[in-house]
């Protein structure tokens, strides 16, 4: 229920106060986090944020310089106040971590002369921040201003960068933020750690026709951070086939709708870094789903190609980019339910989506997938699908393809985040699902375009086959930090693996680091309603028990309750998915024993399947244990984890008699 009430200036109101004329706070619903804005003719606006009466964070100045130099935030003067309050529940079309979504947050706009307004969220877990501009016509966006000053020196989890052309594929440094230079930048989200035990999340949402953030280090003042985004892109040059790299670029970074708002600048707040785990905050800020028919949008598992390097064995064909290859895989989805196939790199020349590969048939297969209830997705290049974009879906639908892969983005510019829009756009037009791999970090546009089922912008799977950066530890950061911006096609499955001493990168017979459990329990702990099945249907059909739970494991949950976690040390939740709840739990390179309360579930007695680490897993890691206990609602369970290893428990109620 909405409940919108304008007030003026010096009118006093539960949860909102004015100490003075030029200092306006808002405080969350429940009193947890409160917002103190300073508006001085010297400082410009800048924004204190409190969280349990804890000075966090301060925003500013913050504001924007515009057209020709006119500067939105300088000597301000505020001429209105709206205050707002919002407390409903969202309906995600596909529900990710839960059904519902609580979104319940208490709204200050503040209108300046000049034609602008800044809007202030205060939510009991965390704050928000916008601009918007009133003006008429086209707006040119020189730049944006609105830096980040912390109270103390923290520890924080610094995804450096080196480009603003990347993948978004980055490992988190864990540094203290009085090391970060002027010289060194960061894409976002990042996490901040106090030593009161109090974590941050810093990052944006609803990026809608504007560049990405980035935040780098201030020579003046070693704990606070500016913001920058990558400029207007005049002129690219193409490498190879698909890096399509900025060559010339403007000294504004967009040209846009005079009348708008700009994207959310958020913080977020845990007592814990468990209460990380599950968070929704970038869903709540985006946009809502513009989407009237959503009943096509299915979220399911995948049987994928390409890390697998289709190394099939034992099978009558050969294996390779080839119609029986694929009708393999098909065959060994509708086995075990499995939702899609991918047909990646090769189907046709990478640049060309109308020369297609002679040996891959893919009207044929298409054809054949349906007959087995299952979908086909076709991996493309952003810009071979840019240069044809609707006629190259017209003729996918025709043959009947569900969705589409679309890879090697690496930017984002202004253009470069329209063009997900568009993609998005067309796609669901066509009721295509759409998979975006070398993109930008999630700001929300699955919420608004739900058939935006997942995307990469994650250090995944795939670099085992070439580094030995996925570690163990790397995993148990990704759920804090990632994860909390939204869905990451991380791509789990590997079913050779290997503890630390006898990993290798092999590019065409790759291998997992960590156990057989820590990756079954990455399918619970790692979010993505289009999850892979990284490994060749071959290897599966010869590991029953780790099929027995992939084959059942749900894409998206009802519910998911955070039970234990260190950044980068360990990760325990639990999901549910109609009746049946999920435990997963992964750990670094440390053996770890944990301690699980199961007060989470209804009072009763229940059946727990558990793969578990083998008793020699810490030396031989496919080692797996399966078996089933009894259990009961607030007992706690003891799980034991080797080193790099993993725990799933599968959860169902006994019934009586």
């Known amino acids: 229920m909405m409940r919108k009430v304008l007030l003026v200036l010096l009118v006093a109101l539960t949860g909102f106060s004015f ?47 515009v057209n020709d130099g006119l500067w939105l935030g300088i000597h301000p003067k505020v ?85 603003m052309f990347t993948h978004s594929e980055r490992s988190y440094d864990q540094v203290s933020l009085s090391d970060i230079d002027q010289d060194q930048f960061a894409s976002t989200p990042f996490l901040t750690e106090r030593e009161d035990g109090v974590s941050l999340i810093y990052t944006e949402a609803d990026l809608e026709d504007y560049p990405g953030l980035y935040v780098f280090g201030d020579q003046a003042n070693p704990l606070r951070f500016n913001i920058k985004h990558p400029p207007y892109v005049l002129q690219t040059r193409l490498y190879r086939d698909r890096n399509v790299k900025p060559e010339k670029v403007a000294d504004y970074i967009a040209k846009t709708n005079g009348d708008r708002y700009f994207p959310w600048r958020s913080v977020t707040f845990a007592k814990e870094p468990k209460d990380l785990l599950g968070q929704d905050m970038v869903f709540r800020l985006a946009a809502p789903n513009r989407l009237h028919d959503t009943g096509w949008i ?106 589409i892969k679309v890879d090697f983005m690496q930017r984002d510019d202004q253009w470069m985040v329209n063009y997900y829009w568009r993609v998005a756009k067309a796609a669901a037009k066509r009721k295509m699902l759409v998979d975006f791999h070398g993109a930008y970090k999630p700001c929300g546009l699955s919420r608004t375009y739900p058939n935006v089922i997942t995307r990469e912008g994650v250090k995944g799977l795939e670099h085992n086959k070439w580094s030995t950066d996925i570690t163990p530890d790397h995993d148990c950061t990704l759920p804090f930090i990632r994860q909390f911006a939204g869905p990451m096609d991380y791509t789990p499955g590997a079913m050779r693996n290997a503890g630390k001493v006898n990993f290798h990168p092999v590019f065409n017979r790759p291998m997992s680091q960590g156990t057989r459990a820590h990756q079954l329990a990455l399918y619970v702990i790692f979010e993505s309603p289009l999850q892979m099945l990284a490994d060749a249907p071959s290897a599966y059909y010869r590991e029953k028990s780790s099929m027995q739970f992939l084959s059942e494991v749900p894409t998206v949950w009802d519910e998911t309750i955070p039970l234990s976690g260190k950044v980068g040390d360990w990760v325990a939740m639990a999901r549910r998915s109609s009746d049946t709840w999920y435990i997963g739990a992964i750990t670094d390179w440390d053996a770890r024993e944990l301690k699980l309360n199961l007060n989470f579930l209804p009072e009763g007695t229940y059946e727990i399947n558990v793969f578990r680490d083998g008793i020699n897993a810490d030396r031989y890691a496919e080692d797996l244990e399966v078996t089933t206990l009894e259990v009961h609602s607030g007992e706690i369970l003891t799980i034991h984890m080797a080193p790099g290893g993993g725990f799933v428990g599968v959860i169902r109620q006994k019934t009586k008699g």
């Open 19 to 65: 100490a003075r004329a030029k200092v306006y706070k808002l405080t969350s619903p429940g009193g947890e986090t409160s917002v103190v804005v300073h508006i001085s003719r010297d400082e410009g606006i800048t924004a204190e944020i409190y969280y349990q009466n804890r000075e966090m964070i301060i925003f500013g100045p913050i504001g924007m310089v």
């Open 79 to 163: 001429k209105k106040v709206n205050l707002n309050e919002v407390n409903e529940i969202i309906y995600p079309v596909v529900q990710n971590n839960n059904a519902m979504v609580k979104n319940h947050y208490k709204e200050m706009e503040l209108i300046f002369r000049g034609n602008f307004r800044i809007l202030f969220r205060a939510f009991d877990d965390g704050a928000a921040y916008r601009i918007k501009t009133d003006m008429d016509g086209e707006l040119t966006v020189i730049r944006e201003s609105g830096s980040l000053t912390f109270p103390e020196d923290e520890t924080i989890f610094f995804p450096t960068e080196v480009s």
């Open 298 to 403: 299915r979220p399911g598992k995948v049987a994928w190609d390409w890390w697998n390097a289709l190394n099939n064995r034992e099978v009558s064909f050969r294996s390779g980019v080839n119609t029986d290859t694929y009708k393999y895989y098909i065959d060994f989805a509708a086995e075990y339910g499995l939702s899609y196939i991918i047909l990646d790199e090769g189907w046709s020349t990478p640049a060309d989506l109308f020369q297609i590969n002679p040996d891959v048939d893919v009207p044929g297969i298409c054809h054949y997938a349906q007959e087995h209830g299952v979908g086909v997705i076709l991996w493309v290049l952003w810009n071979a699908l840019d240069r044809d974009l609707d006629r190259a879906l017209d003729q996918f639908k025709e043959w009947g393809v569900k969705g």
